[in-house]
């Protein structure tokens, strides 16, 4: 059975260093979203993505923004 495509939000790094960050910061604030290998429509600096459904957008925005977390782009894609 074919899996159903959902939409997520996906964000991109300049390196490595920072998608682990982004993953050590969302499991301490117990956010939504997982690190995935970059999909294809995109390209970035590093080969990993972080992707989460779009409603927890604000949150993990506000805390890319006090934990100083760097990314590279921010996409809505179906996946």
Not at 3 to 32: H, N, W
């Amino acid at each position: 059975m074919p899996r159903i495509k959902k939409m997520k939000v996906v964000y991109t790094f300049p390196s490595t260093v920072q998608a682990l960050k982004m993953e050590q910061c969302c499991k301490q604030k117990g956010l939504d979203g997982r690190l995935i290998p970059v999909p294809k429509q995109i390209s970035a600096g590093c080969g990993m993505a972080w992707a989460a459904l779009p409603e927890a957008r604000a949150s993990l925005e506000e805390m890319i923004l006090r934990e100083a977390v760097e990314i590279e782009g921010v996409y809505e894609l179906l996946l």
